[in-house]
């Protein structure tokens, strides 16, 4: 049977993918010049969450909280 710190780099991984396909299946209302600082509108950055956009948010905490406990884990092995 394999120890953690053999299973650890594997986990990181697959938790490194599904971080970044959560975080990039999430929908902004912001164009280009929100990245840059300007926004047409400012309600597009203040909205409230609902359903499957909410979920997804919930997940993708939860991924992240996960893969920095187990980078955590792997500094102390």
Request: aromatic share 8%.
């Amino acid at each position: 049977m394999k120890t953690i710190s053999s299973l650890l780099p594997y986990i990181q991984i697959g938790l490194a993918i599904l971080m970044v396909v959560s975080i990039l299946l999430q929908q902004t209302g912001a164009q280009i010049g929100g990245a840059f600082g300007g926004s047409d509108n400012f309600s597009s950055a203040f909205h409230t969450r609902r359903g499957a956009e909410k979920t997804l948010f919930i997940v993708t905490i939860v991924i992240a909280i996960l893969f920095a406990v187990s980078a955590l884990v792997s500094l102390i092995k």
